[in-house]
């Protein structure tokens, strides 16, 4: 399985952006699915996870009641959708797939396939 994000860009401190991740095969609804991001010289970081089909969320405490994650497993797509940005949100944004189901997994190396990033800019 592979996948393409999409939506990344450049906003506002306090502005909304929505993250798209697609993916092609499938097997898509098998997969729970994550978003990771980047900052420059820090280490990738747990964002947001969904379980395979949706029904289940978990979030990191710095996102958590601005940024909602969801997936529509008949377009093969996971979202984030990211309000009130901060200027610590700027990094590079990742989806990414696990074939464990559930949450509570939130390193980078339990995920098994990885989409090339998309980057997110937050301007003062």
């Known amino acids: 399985v592979q996948f393409v994000e999409s939506g990344g860009g450049l906003v506002q401190a306090g502005g909304s952006l929505r993250l798209s991740c697609a993916a092609s095969g499938r097997t898509f609804s098998n997969y729970a699915m994550g978003w990771f991001r980047q900052a420059p010289g820090k280490e990738r970081e747990f964002v947001a996870r969904i379980t395979s089909r949706g029904d289940s969320t978990d979030y990191a405490d710095s996102v958590k009641g601005r940024f909602t994650m969801s997936r529509d497993n008949a377009k093969n797509t996971v979202y984030l959708q990211m309000n009130s940005l901060k200027l610590e949100d700027m990094a590079v944004y990742y989806c990414?797939?696990?074939?464990?189901?559930?949450?509570?997994?939130?390193?980078?190396?339990?995920?098994?396939?990885w989409g090339q990033g998309t980057q997110v800019t937050v301007s003062s």
């Open positions: 990414a797939a696990d074939r464990w189901d559930g949450l509570g997994r939130v390193k980078d190396f339990q995920y098994g396939y």
